[in-house]
């Protein structure tokens, strides 16, 4: 299982940031690749992610269920995805930490544990943890914008 760690300062209250995380229309359009994000309960998403990884580009369908809410500092959630043309499968555990930051920022500190299988698996690490880094990157810039332009 890879493991991917980031993390960024967003200016905004912890709440602020708390209440973005958990709004499905506004986050979907941070999440790269990201075509649509769709609610089944209050705990439960499923979305739907194209991406480029190395020479294959994948479709994932993911579920994906929010295991741990402590507002409004830490976030879990846990999620199962496949892309049947390419017979492979995702598993995922994201873990969001919110901490307070200098000046009313906070920090986010971002973790997501990813295990692949099957021919996206065969791309290797090197190659994934690359993207991921990229992914994670676009993924803070996009939300320090989205709650930056609202403060």
Known sequence: MAVFEEEFTVHAAADAVWDF???????????????????EDATTYRVRLTVKVGFLSTTQDLRL??????RPRR????????????????????????????AGATLVRYRS??????RL????DAVMQVKA???AGDF?????AALEARA
């Open 21 to 39: 995380l958990l709004d499905p229309t506004r986050l979907a359009a941070c999440i790269p690749g990201c075509e649509t994000l769709q609610v």
């Open 133 to 135: 880094k990229q992914l």
């Open 113 to 118: 544990e990813v295990r692949v299988l099957g």
């Open 140 to 144: 803070a810039a996009r939300v320090r």
């Open 65 to 70: 269920t929010i295991t741990e809410a402590n």
């Open 75 to 102: 976030l879990v959630a846990v999620g199962r995805g496949e892309d049947r043309k390419l017979a492979s499968h995702v598993e995922v555990r994201n873990t969001l930490d919110l901490a307070p930051a200098p």
């Open 121 to 124: 698996g065969s791309v290797g």
